[in-house]
């Protein structure tokens, strides 16, 4: 088999109007659709972020049941030559960064949390590299 990428991936949160605002207005990130009382998805690059409400999904009928609860995980990654810009504009916007991490040389990433707890990384393109 041969992946290319991660989709999408998905956070359990508890209220779609908070994850609007934090990730739309905040993040930046684009609005592909909102359902009330169901999800709420962004746009990020080329994948998509999809943030449910847990309490509907796990019921859910016509697709296969799935939630989660707790802190979740998901890094982001950004051009180089943009993460200290990025790591300053969502320090102005009140974003506090709970750990920075060298990972090797001219590599670093920040972590932050959402309004939900989740556990939010910016990651340098050639991270994995």
């Known amino acids: 088999m041969s992946y290319t990428r991660i989709k999408e991936t998905c956070l359990y949160i508890d209220d779609l109007d908070l994850a609007e605002r934090f990730y739309h207005q905040v993040l930046e990130m684009p609005?592909?659709?909102?359902?009330?009382?169901?999800?709420?998805?962004?746009?990020?690059?080329?994948?998509?972020?999809?943030c449910f409400l847990p309490e509907v999904t796990k019921h859910d009928n016509n697709l296969p049941p799935h939630y989660a609860y707790g802190k979740q995980h998901i890094a982001f990654e950004v051009a180089h030559r943009d993460y200290s810009e990025i790591?300053?504009?969502?320090?102005?916007?009140?974003?506090?960064?709970?750990?920075?991490?060298?990972w090797k040389k001219d590599i670093s990433s920040f972590y932050f949390e959402d309004p939900f707890g989740n556990v939010l990384e910016i990651v340098p393109t050639g991270?994995?590299?």
């Open 31 to 50: 609005l592909i659709s909102k359902e009330d009382q169901r999800h709420v998805f962004f746009r990020c690059g080329d994948s998509v972020l999809l």
């Open 87 to 102: 790591k300053k504009k969502l320090s102005k916007k009140g974003i506090s960064i709970t750990h920075q991490q060298e």
């Open 127 to 129: 991270m994995w590299d």
